[in-house]
């Protein structure tokens, strides 16, 4: 089945905690995606690659990092978590210039306390 | 850069009522347009695209949208409105050409038994 996986599905931490949040997809998808959404802002995105090697800034990137060492994973990583990365994150695919939109993943709930 | 905007933040609707959910966007360049759907504790499910063509498509669950240009509006129409439709509903838009989605804010559809 074609699908993006994430874990995990809910994660509760304490500030300064380095945590990672996995992101895998089966699709051979170039283009991949992390976004949080926030109540009344909807989904922001946080970091995107464009293929293997190649990531870029979104709207949101304070506090975060990616890689993109293997096609099929896009990890996402809090080194020191916050309070206000408190969300629920998705990540998603597509192939490149795709007519089809993003694939999504089934979230991640975090809570940093 | 893209953007979208969903003026109402909760559309209230009587079951077996026509629903309509508003989307307005501003890219350069030609659009290509999303609407998704977010149902609880789930990930955003696709529910239908415009790319080119007839600006009437249609999609998933009897939904279908309605690409106005020279209003820059990409309205979520159905017919006959179910109790199961209630869910958060997201526009999308991204420039040809380039895989980056801009989310509006989304809204909430309460479908009233």
């Known amino acids: 089945e074609a699908q993006v996986t994430q874990n995990p599905r809910y994660l509760i931490t304490v500030t300064g905690k380095k945590l990672t949040v996995t992101c895998s997809q089966n699709?051979?998808?170039?283009?991949m995606s992390w976004y949080r959404q926030d109540p009344g802002l909807g989904l922001r995105q946080i970091y995107y690659s464009m293929n293997v090697e190649v990531t870029d800034k979104g709207d949101v990137p304070e506090g975060y990092k990616v890689s993109r060492k293997e096609k099929r994973n896009f990890p996402l990583i809090l080194e020191s978590p916050s309070p206000n990365q408190t969300s629920l994150y998705f990540c998603?695919?597509?192939?490149?210039?795709?007519?089809?939109?993003?694939?999504f993943g089934s979230g991640t709930r975090l809570t940093v306390v | 850069a893209q953007s979208v905007a969903q003026p109402e933040d909760q559309v209230n609707v009587a079951e077996g009522n026509p629903l309509t959910v508003k989307c307005t966007y501003s890219v350069s360049g030609n659009p290509y347009l999303f609407w998704y759907v977010q149902y609880p504790n789930r990930g955003l499910q696709f529910l239908l695209k415009y790319i080119t063509g007839d600006n009437l498509v249609k999609g998933s669950y009897g939904f279908e949208a309605e690409f106005n240009k020279s209003q820059t509006s990409f309205h979520l129409k159905k017919p006959s409105a179910l109790v199961s439709d209630s869910a958060l509903y997201f526009c999308?838009?991204?420039?040809?050409?380039?895989?980056?989605?801009?989310f509006g804010k989304g809204n909430q559809v309460v479908v009233i038994p």
């Open positions: 998603a695919s597509s192939n490149r210039d795709s007519i089809y939109g993003y694939t």
């Open positions: 699709m051979n998808h170039e283009y």
């Open positions: 999308a838009v991204r420039r040809v050409g380039n895989n980056r989605l801009a």
